[in-house]
């Protein structure tokens, strides 16, 4: 059994050395390889480069990087001698940087340019401990010199690697026997994570915490030797870095691609990916590409296609009924939904198999011809999104964890995905949901959710006291979601317990499936609901530009000033009804739950303003960033 992340790299290295092991694009835009052997050979002169550069077992030392080739075969080499790395994005401000990399005392940091060089001269005098900055792409000289003349070195990758096989060669064998000496109970990384409260915190995850969820996720989202998953999230943050190493353990290739729509399509169509990892938002915005695209097509295509994305809807929900996919909250449950969804699956399946011909034949298309299923994480995948991949033929599986958690908690099973759940827990984790005094609640009452196990962390680095917050004396984690089980065990959410509103009438409200709900509209980008203490919900609506650009030429509407645009009173109306009409009493919602006012936003929420890495609204952020919007909101 492999101790360690880089010693399954070893293992499959050495099964698998004429693989793919990461692809990159090339300056002609086509993607290039690096196979196995040379990812290996790579890691092992680096980890040597840096055994060089007197680093040892127990240092924690620095990545400031996006996704790229060279961060997986960093942070691999980190490991690779018994430290920690301490990642973060290029989206960090300088004093994000200086914070994360001072107060885990990194001696050196690897950076991506010359901009995150930058950064570190802004902040210099608070970092004390830093001697080393490593750079993937060239600094300027301007940028070397004023680092060097501060008493850090600059230097780059290719030279640093270059070091290393210098070293290596004096002294054969040692990098890989450092390699060999790694233990599961070593710390692997330390991930800062402000999500959405502000505060940063450094999870202390161990290589087992990783290790120990590979088996069975291997089995939930089958992956084979030279198969190849895109990658675009974050690679620093939990949720993309678990599902590399899921690659690495199934010798599958990494592809690193942009998530920018343009971009993104034509690398499916150029490398074919069997899986596709990503956040509910990117999986959005698939899905309003297709409608847009569709509707600008017109006429009969567009009434043929949302007749067969009904049709199917209504037949994959049967078929839920029949496979026993949906989550029941008791056994006569199941059986009362296979006996009414047995017609149905049968009398719709002329009619689906002719739209799959005609119509979700080509959608697919638009993923490439090897495509097995995509995992969404880091956020609710809203219902209308999932029903509708799953009815063109697309799988879609989701998950949940924490950073906390390394991070998978729970994901479905590719082979017997549930709808509307988040699949059952690992079995390297046990999960339970208990009330306000911490009893263990039944299935199908809603509660905390709990989790212990060997993917939880040790804690947060260097904060003792908002360890104790989360994580009790016997190991179990206070998630701060809400959520609930069915009698199989298989998880609901059902938001979280800090984001609860709670209404000067003392009703509590989840704001997150509302906003999920408002969200359908073709209109509407994003939204967030607001209310905290106040005697009704309200909105910010980020509108979408391009379907309200076409409504207003439709209606002999000037859009050429979009703020005046957003400013008509048709507009308002419109935008009202649309809200108003989605969070209804037809959908579900209570009075209470119903948006009384809206303010509609020009600009899209953007990571690091409004949104986190994991593309959550920070909604502690909202009262500085939108105060007239607010006030308007609640006058």
């Not at 360690?4 to 092991?21: E, M, N």
């Not at 300027?140 to 060669?169: H, I, P, Q, Y």
Request: proline share 6%.
């Amino acid at each position: 059994m492999d101790h360690t992340i880089p010693q399954l790299l070893k293992r499959i290295a050495g099964a698998y050395p004429d693989l793919p092991a990461q692809y990159f694009r090339a300056p002609n835009g086509d993607f290039s390889p690096i196979l196995y052997r040379e990812l290996f050979a790579s890691v092992l002169d680096l980890s040597a480069a840096l055994l060089a550069n007197g680093h040892a077992r127990g240092d924690r030392i620095g990545i400031i990087s996006d996704n790229r080739p060279e961060w997986f075969q960093t942070s691999l080499s980190v490991m690779a001698i018994g430290a920690a790395d301490v990642p973060r994005g290029c989206d960090a401000t300088a004093r994000e940087i200086s914070y994360i990399l001072s107060f885990s005392g990194c001696a050196t940091v690897f950076l991506e340019n010359d901009a995150q060089g930058r950064k570190l001269l802004e902040q210099r005098e608070s970092l004390p401990d830093l001697k080393t900055a490593v750079f993937f792409d060239p600094p300027s000289e301007e940028t070397a010199r004023a680092l060097e003349a501060t008493g850090v070195k600059a230097r780059d990758f290719a030279e640093f690697n270059e070091s290393g096989r210098a070293w290596a060669a004096s002294r054969p064998g040692d990098a890989e026997a450092e390699l060999d000496k790694g233990s599961e109970a070593e710390l692997a990384t330390v991930i800062f994570t402000s999500g959405t409260t502000g505060e940063p915190k450094g999870v202390m995850l161990r290589h087992s915490n990783f290790l120990c969820q590979l088996p069975e996720l291997t089995v939930r989202i089958p992956v084979k030797p030279g198969h190849r998953a895109l990658s675009v999230l974050p690679v620093w943050h939990s949720f993309e870095r678990m599902c590399e190493y899921v690659m690495l353990s199934g010798a599958t290739s990494i592809v690193y691609s942009k998530p920018i729509g343009s971009v993104l399509l034509g690398d499916f169509t150029k490398t074919n990916p069997h899986l596709f990892p990503s956040v509910p938002r990117i999986w959005e915005s698939v899905y309003d590409g297709i409608y847009r695209t569709m509707r600008k097509t017109g006429g009969v295509t567009w009434v043929l296609f949302n007749f067969f994305v009904e049709t199917a809807k209504l037949r994959v929900r049967a078929v839920r009924g029949l496979n026993g996919r949906y989550p029941w909250f008791s056994p006569a449950e199941r059986i009362s939904a296979f006996l009414i969804s047995l017609l149905p699956a049968i009398l719709l399946w002329p009619l689906c198999a002719l739209g799959d011909a005609i119509v979700f034949r080509k959608i697919r298309a638009k993923l490439g011809n090897s495509f097995d299923g995509g995992v969404s994480g880091g956020g609710a995948l809203p219902p209308n999104i999932d029903e509708f991949f799953s009815a063109v033929g697309i799988l879609v599986v989701e998950g949940y964890g924490l950073t906390e958690t390394a991070p998978v908690v729970a994901v479905r099973h590719f082979a017997k995905s549930v709808f509307g759940t988040i699949g059952t827990p690992l079995p390297c984790d046990e999960v339970k949901i208990v009330d306000e005094e911490g009893r263990e609640v039944p299935c199908g009452v809603k509660g905390t959710v709990l989790v212990k196990g060997g993917n939880v962390m040790d804690g947060y680095y260097r904060k003792p006291e908002l360890t104790a917050k989360v994580l009790s004396p016997d190991g179990w984690l206070d998630t701060g979601d809400l959520g609930l089980k069915t009698w199989r065990g298989e998880l609901i959410l059902r938001g979280r317990k800090k984001d609860t509103i709670v209404l000067r009438g003392g009703e509590n409200i989840e704001p997150a499936p509302i906003e999920m709900k408002i969200n359908e509209s073709r209109f509407i980008a994003q939204s967030v609901v607001l209310g905290q203490d106040q005697r009704f919900l309200g909105a910010l609506v980020v509108v979408n530009r391009d379907e309200l650009a076409s409504w207003a030429k439709d209606n002999q509407l000037d859009s050429s000033d979009f703020d005046a645009l957003l400013a008509a009173e048709p507009v308002k109306r419109l935008y009202e009804i649309e809200v108003a009409e989605l969070v209804s009493a037809k959908n579900g919602f209570k009075m209470f739950e119903r948006i009384n006012r809206i303010e509609l936003l020009a600009k899209p929420f953007e990571v690091g303003v409004e949104l986190s890495a994991k593309q959550e609204i920070m909604r502690y952020k909202l009262d500085s960033l939108y105060p007239d919007q607010i006030k308007r909101l609640f006058r």
